[in-house]
């Protein structure tokens, strides 16, 4: 299949779901100006995937194009039922938008597609966490059933979020592309959705914001600045173009404590292209946590951004979530604006006296169904949404009702209800899933320091504070400063001695499970009874090294002084012609973020790294989606509806910052496709010209010659034979360690390996007790010389084929791998790779 027919097969696959889905969404949106048509594909898709999993699991469908048809009939028979009688009002307003469709639909074209000739231009699937991601879609391919066989433990289901993979797996087999090409259509469509999703969240806030701009062209072009915001690099790639060119000194680069850039520059100082191998990784690592000596953490945090994990080409759980976490966002603004409808009963939906009300359990089941998705899609955004959308109804009531205690413990109503009605709709995947979690740890030391923040954030977070100074100057006599002032503070010196407190009962013994987390907490500092680590970890955090916390708490403290504000009248200030009612929901968005950046610097989640690295990934990662919606809002509204001096300080400000955020993906797009030529060039090729491709395995075309460890020809010919000829099986292949070349049968065919890369087994699974001694004995069946032993071996794991392949030559010795050929009956064999078929009676026969 060609390139442009497989992509035109999943728009047009994608936008027919989305048709499907819309009067679905449009009446669960319906208090949005544009009625949820933006996000009708990416509910489409997980309406749609969750008909396909759900009814799997009770065996009523099974993951085929079949199902997938009888699943979009299914949603379709509901969107039909949702139109009884509204037909023709659904078709006049169709009509009267249709400028808006315009722009929706080309938004998602445009999007879709320059992702998919990016990828075209690079579609290795190799490195990072790839493999892994690329094995649950080729596994799932092989699972009509659910839950989905785990292709990396043979004789279990797959312990993970993986709902991202079945809804890649319904398209892929649907679509009829394989698994190495649905890969990358899919992470080029999760682009195309997160920029039609972000279009319409923006584009739903200007209109209820500015009512009579309907008509304009602008209202159609202000939109883009979401997906701009959100598309953006961090400070990193300005940052390496300096570097390159000689600009800066010495102490500046020392100052800003980022690896590799205070080595000198490689090829001279004249071009704008980073010459230093990787050099777009360095991005992702610009935060580096230090110990109370001023030595690097050796786990420092992992701080990715939304358009890193793109020109990285991962397919992971907190990329593919993106789109619905904008779906989540989306819902929160519904039920804002619902609550803060004058007319509305704030009370009518999460009173308990309602809970009854037809229309209720209709809504609620669609909260639940898209709230409860996050969790299976990637557990760390379930709580996060769930806050935004119970805080979003919450606030939109009280501005109707005023702070009442009744609204707040309506608002939690609402919450503990959409959870409940989420866990329930999802219980099969918490049967299966276990996690790596262990509660939170106290983060007494460490902090992220202000210029590593700015690196991190700068293009997003200035243009939000400026919002935000602005919003704050403008509503000055509102606000009561006074009690922000002394609460400040306050708040941090009690955060910090309370994590300190705990820390020293841990390192006492007497705090539960001291033992288990005293390694993580003492930073390698002695924290013996008389040793001062208290005091100096105290002296650290309040003087010497406080960190982003007092900014961020000055901004949450701000924030909340706004948000009080909400009370005023429905949409305008009185004095000011300030919008109140939008900005109050912008503003919750902000202040989730900003919660989302100051909670690392006092907990982090106890997980398997043993330090708050993967908490700052997650966390940052989503506070950036909602800085930037933020940045997108506020800087709409400083553009188009201030004719005050702001807005002529704002626009070089902004510009400057738009500027900046360009530099990382525009240079980091064009590294990681070789200038744009592309990656892949046929071995058989008459020219030196590279050829677009969306194939992940083309790259596989190297001679399997001695001492070459990457998958070659051979191998990528006998993965084809594999997935052609052989329906399921457990396979049996060398294992070695994670983010190697190992398990890549398993990973590129969807067979079950005996044990794939087993530190991430571990990682899924929390612990390594379930196959703790699977290497092992994988390493025994290829090493021993004695056949018995090998049987044994191949009879206690079900072992269905035997590969040996290019790493399996490297790794054994010959005499240890004849005894394959000696017993077994090789049923696939080319140049360096062999496929014995192995089953009892086989043995029994010989």
């Not at 990416?42 to 699943?71: C, E, H």
């Not at 939109?396 to 009744?406: D, F, K, Q, S, Y």
Request: charged content about 15%; overall charge neutral; proline content about 5%.
């Amino acid at each position: 299949m060609s390139n442009i027919f497989a992509f035109f097969a999943w728009w047009l696959l994608t936008s027919v779901i989305g048709l499907a889905a819309w009067p679905l969404a449009s009446k669960l949106f319906d208090r949005l100006p544009d009625k949820g048509y933006a996000f009708s594909k990416t509910l489409g898709l997980l309406v749609t995937g969750y008909l396909v999993w759900g009814l799997g699991s009770f065996g009523f469908l099974q993951l085929n194009p079949g199902g997938t048809v009888i699943a979009v009939l299914i949603m379709l028979a509901g969107s039909l039922y949702l139109l009884r009688g509204e037909l023709p009002a659904k078709v006049a307003w169709l009509k009267e938008k249709q400028g808006y469709l315009l722009a929706v639909e080309l938004v998602f074209f445009l999007t879709f597609a320059l992702w998919t000739y990016v990828r075209a231009l690079n579609p290795e699937i190799t490195a990072t966490e790839k493999p892994m991601e690329l094995a649950f879609i080729n596994a799932i391919l092989r699972s009509p059933t659910m839950p989905p066989q785990d292709p990396w433990l043979s004789g279990y289901a797959i312990s993970y979020y993986y709902f991202g993979y079945i809804i890649v797996a319904m398209l892929t087999q649907f679509s009829g592309v394989g698994g190495a090409v649905g890969f990358n259509l899919a992470l080029s469509l999760t682009f195309g959705l997160i920029c039609v999703n972000a279009y319409g969240i923006l584009y739903n806030l200007i209109a209820i914001t500015k009512q009579d701009t309907a008509a304009k062209v602008g209202r159609y072009l202000f939109p883009l600045l979401a997906p701009l915001f959100i598309m953006l690099g961090n400070l990193g790639g300005p940052l390496e173009v300096m570097h390159q060119r000689g600009i800066g000194s010495d102490a500046f680069w020392t100052w800003t404590d980022i690896p590799n850039l205070d080595q000198p520059a490689i090829q001279g100082q004249a071009q704008w292209e980073p010459a230093r191998y990787l050099w777009w990784w360095q991005s992702s690592r610009v935060i580096h946590d230090t110990t109370l000596t001023g030595e690097r953490s050796g786990l420092s945090p992992i701080d990715e951004f939304p358009m890193f994990s793109f020109v990285l080409g991962d397919l992971h759980p907190h990329v593919m979530t993106l789109p619905y976490a904008l779906l989540a966002i989306g819902l929160a603004l519904q039920l804002f604006l619902r609550k803060s409808d004058p007319e509305e009963d704030p009370h009518r939906e999460i009173n308990l006296t309602t809970a009854l009300d037809k229309d209720l359990i209709g809504r609620v089941l669609g909260y639940g169904l898209i709230l409860g998705a996050l969790s299976f899609l990637n557990t760390w955004d379930f709580p996060i949404y769930m806050f935004v959308v119970a805080a979003g109804a919450t606030v939109g009531a009280l501005i109707n009702t005023g702070w009442t205690w009744r609204t707040l413990l309506n608002g939690v109503f609402l919450g503990f209800l959409i959870v409940v009605v989420g866990v329930i709709l999802y219980l099969p995947f918490y049967l299966t899933f276990s996690s790596q979690a262990g509660g939170l740890m106290p983060n007494a030391v460490y902090s992220t320091r202000v210029h590593q923040f700015i690196i991190m954030f700068g293009p997003i977070a200035i243009p939000t504070i400026f919002w935000l100074v602005w919003l704050a100057f403008n509503n000055r006599k509102e606000i009561e400063w006074r009690p922000a002032l002394v609460f400040g503070p306050g708040l941090l010196v009690l955060l910090a001695g309370l994590a300190t407190l705990i820390s020293v009962l841990v390192m006492r013994d007497v705090w539960p499970d001291a033992a288990g987390m005293r390694g993580s907490i003492s930073a390698g500092m002695d924290m013996t009874p008389g040793s001062g680590w208290g005091s100096a970890v105290l002296r650290r955090r309040l003087v010497e090294q406080p960190g982003i916390a007092p900014l961020l708490a000055s901004l949450l403290l701000l924030i909340g002084g706004l948000l009080r504000t909400a009370k005023l009248p429905f949409s305008k200030h009185p004095s000011k012609g300030v919008t109140i009612r939008p900005a109050s929901f912008v503003l919750l968005l902000a202040l989730t973020g900003g919660l989302l950046m100051i909670g690392p610097e006092f907990v982090y989640l106890r997980d398997f790294f043993g330090a708050r690295m993967n908490t700052i990934f997650k966390f940052y990662y989503q506070a950036w989606l909602l800085w930037a919606i933020v940045a997108a809002y506020g800087s709409w509204y400083l553009l188009s509806q201030v004719r005050t001096v702001a807005r002529y300080v704002y626009l070089p400000v902004v510009l400057s910052m738009i500027i900046a955020g360009l530099f990382y993906p525009v240079l980091a797009t064009y590294t990681k496709t070789n200038g744009l030529q592309g990656t892949y060039r046929p071995r058989d090729a008459v020219s030196d010209d590279f050829v677009p491709t969306l194939n992940g395995m083309a790259h596989m075309q190297n001679d399997c010659n001695p001492g070459y460890r990457a998958p070659c020809l051979d191998e990528r010919i006998a993965i084809e034979w594999i997935n052609a000829n052989l329906a399921d099986g457990v396979i049996v292949e060398a294992v070695g360690g994670s983010y190697t070349q190992y398990a890549r049968i398993s990973a590129h065919t969807g067979l079950q390996a005996v044990i794939g890369w087993p530190g991430h087994e571990g990682q899924w699974r929390g612990s390594y007790d379930l196959f703790g001694e699977r290497e092992g004995r994988v390493k025994t069946l290829y090493e021993t010389t004695d056949w018995n032993e090998a049987v044994t071996i191949l009879n206690e794991y079900s072992v269905d084929y035997v590969y040996v392949g290019q790493l399996e030559r490297e790794d054994f010795t010959g005499a240890s791998l004849e005894k394959f050929e000696a017993n077994l009956t090789p049923i696939y064999q080319n140049g360096v790779v062999t496929i014995y078929q192995w089953t009892p009676e086989a043995d029994n026969a010989s």
